[in-house]
């Protein structure tokens, strides 16, 4: 068997060593699938990565954690594969295709290794490896999970994503690094009834029986696995258009959209805002937040804001003036990620302070420039300077990079 370990840093002192993925096969795109059932509370996936090989080599090693994999090949014809619309099938009488002679779980680094004869892998060529795979809508928060609300008392649930900082490898098989960015298309199958909504804007809707349809969203930017991101749900937004040409929506279930208005402009004017510090413009061609009940916090997906209703369902003249500032702080950063994370990303999970720093500094910039009033770098002296050199006191305490 090839060499399929995972590579090792080493070490220096008394720090951990860091896990990392063989480098012999690279990302370059992924063609991403995904059936998620709000009954069974179970998903259908197909994946399809064109990997750039760094070596000749005879193995495939990327991340997976509670997926059931199955037909899995290297397609070796230049067409994508005759599907069905889940693309199902690979034609026998078409495309040819390359099995792994084996596979191997290692649970404890959350990896799938696929063995390959000798030298199928030629260094600067391009595959594409295909996978199909189930996974559960869990209930942990993580990877993707149903979120449950209610309905005049009838509890119901949506389909949402949480992939910070490795939970991506629970949706769908991946090289789940921060630095290992790749392009994505994604498509979803829902019911009619159902919204679908990803990173990018929609391409194209194509209708399936019976009361079925599947979204395709176009191709997104460069970016890291822990920033994809989509929803299904029965959905509705409001809509902000203060911010050029590209649309601004808060998304949340039926009946609650208006206690989003103040938060979809909020997101408007500081994407403006932003765009124009920094003087590079939002690359996306829309942004999307939702707010989710069951989610801790907010997560910065590209496109995509997901957080908790608590930070999106307010409005300023009938809630506390802390309250306020808090939520709007929680938008800012949020949206500060676009650039600071999401554009601009870390290698390794061991620099996220860089992340969060920049993005919490630019919070206090921003919004002490839309609201001089609440002081905001004042109480960054109370609220996070003090806490800091407290916490730094501690015998616990830890390397800023760690």
């Known amino acids: 068997m090839g060499n399929t370990s995972i590579t090792k840093k080493p070490d220096v002192g008394d720090e951990p060593e860091r896990q ?16 998620p059932n709000l009954t069974t509370f179970k998903f259908d996936g197909v994946v399809i990565i064109d990997l750039k090989v760094k070596k000749t080599s005879d193995f495939i090693t990327l991340h997976t954690l509670d997926l059931e994999l199955f037909d899995v090949k290297l397609l070796t014809s230049s067409k994508f594969p005759a599907s069905d619309q889940h693309h199902d099938a690979v034609s026998d009488s078409g495309d040819s295709s390359i099995r792994p002679i084996s596979s191997n779980y290692n649970k404890e680094d959350q990896t799938t290794t696929f ?63 921060p630095k290992l960015k790749a392009t994505f298309d994604i498509s979803l199958i829902l019911d009619s009834n159902l919204t679908g909504i990803s990173n990018m804007d929609v391409k194209e809707e194509v209708s399936l029986k019976p009361s ?35 649309p601004v929506r808060l998304y949340t279930t039926r009946g609650l959209v208006e206690r989003g208005r ?37 997560m910065e997906n590209w496109g995509l804001l997901i957080g908790s209703s608590q930070y999106f369902l307010f409005d300023p003249a009938a809630t506390s003036v802390a309250t306020t500032i808090h939520n709007t702080e929680t938008i800012a950063h949020e949206i500060a990620h676009q650039w600071f994370g999401n554009l601009v990303t870390m290698k390794n999970w061991d620099s996220l302070w860089l992340n969060e720093a920049f993005a919490t500094f ?9 609201e001089p009033d609440w002081l905001t770098w004042e109480s960054f002296v109370g609220d996070s300077l003090q806490i800091a050199l407290k916490g730094d006191g501690f015998r616990s305490s830890h390397p800023i990079e760690s």
Do not use: W
């Open 362 to 370: 630019m919070t206090s910039q921003a919004v002490d420039h839309f």
């Open 20 to 35: 990392a993925l063989p480098a012999n096969v690279k990302p370059i795109h992924y063609d991403l699938t995904i059936d």
């Open 115 to 177: 063995q390959f004869e000798k030298d199928t892998l030629i260094k600067d060529e391009t595959v594409k490896l295909y996978a199909k795979f189930i996974g559960e809508l869990n209930d942990k928060l993580v990877g993707f999970y149903r979120a449950s609300y209610e309905v005049d008392g009838e509890k119901k649930y949506l389909a949402t994503t949480q992939m910070q900082p490795t939970h991506c490898r629970r949706v769908f098989p991946c090289f789940d690094e």
């Open 262 to 298: 103040h938060s979809v402009e909020v997101c408007a004017k500081y994407l403006k805002y932003f765009e124009d510090l920094f003087g590079l413009p939002y690359p996306l061609p829309k942004f999307d937040a939702v707010s989710v009940l069951d989610m801790f916090g907010a």
């Open 212 to 246: 079925r349809e599947k979204i395709s969203f176009n191709t997104t930017p460069l970016m890291s696995t822990y920033i994809v991101a989509f929803v299904v749900g029965d959905l509705e937004y409001i809509e902000s258009t203060s911010f050029r040409d590209v």
